[in-house]
């Protein structure tokens, strides 16, 4: 199990067809969000059956996929980082958080954060204090911020929704769309759990909230509470 291993492994799954359709797909034209990615071409099915394979690869060899310039790559490495943190101890957990936090730079997409933040930061803070969040959503980085509400997935699973509250005010005003989508997802997740808490926030926010992470948020309630919470962004 080596690095030259999975390599190899998936440059031969490698389809220029797909890679076209991925770089389409997660926006990499100069000026959108994932400009300058590149892609392989692999499916997400094919990148999980080598990440089963390689599971226990050396971290320095997870790191060298991370910091690489091939979008899959960089996805395989965190979710190897996401099995070695499930089934390892504090020590390892640790290291692997340590890890996470100073190779943000590498987790520049959707699919790379909302594979991994709520796997790993999410459920190491569960019981420790969180104000790296808080300076991650301060961050202009924008795969920092999103890093930041995603890791609180965890929490809402288990019914802490004050940190994703906090968050999602914090990030209000962020003017990246792919930040009015995650904190919408996020709310909306919070109403699943409490639609009080979920009302409350709307009550006092939908007016300046983002089209879009309005729409995010109140996607599961009934149509006439959706339509009045949509109404209170043209009064």
């Not at 492994?9 to 770089?23: D, L, V, Y």
């Not at 390892?88 to 996470?100: A, E, F, Q, T």
């Amino acid at each position: 199990m080596s690095y030259t291993a999975i390599t190899k492994a998936i440059n031969a799954q490698a389809n220029p067809e797909r890679a076209e359709h991925s770089m389409r797909f997660f926006k990499t034209a100069k000026g959108q969000y994932g400009a300058g990615d590149v892609f392989l071409g692999l499916t997400v099915p094919m990148q999980r059956a080598i990440v089963k394979d390689f599971r226990d690869l050396d971290m320095p060899s997870v790191l060298r996929l991370l910091q690489s310039k091939y979008h899959e790559f960089r996805l395989i490495a965190l979710l190897i980082m996401v099995s070695q943190f499930e089934r390892g101890d504090d020590k390892v957990k640790k290291h692997i958080v340590d890890l996470y936090l100073a190779h943000t730079k590498w987790i520049n997409n959707w699919d790379l954060v909302d594979s991994s933040a709520h796997k790993i930061l999410g459920p190491w803070l569960f019981t420790r204090n969180r104000k790296i969040l808080y300076t991650l959503a301060k961050s202009t980085l924008l795969w920092e911020r999103r890093i930041a509400i995603v890791s609180t997935f965890a929490f809402i699973r288990e019914n802490q929704l004050d940190d994703t509250i906090k968050l999602s005010e914090m990030l209000l005003n962020d003017t990246q769309d792919l930040m009015h989508k995650a904190v919408g997802w996020a709310l909306r997740e919070v109403g699943k759990k409490d639609v009080t808490t979920l009302e409350a926030f709307l009550d006092n926010h939908a007016k300046m909230m983002p089209r879009t992470m309005l729409r995010y948020a109140i996607e599961k309630f009934p149509e006439k509470k959706r339509n009045m919470y949509l109404k209170m962004k043209h009064v």
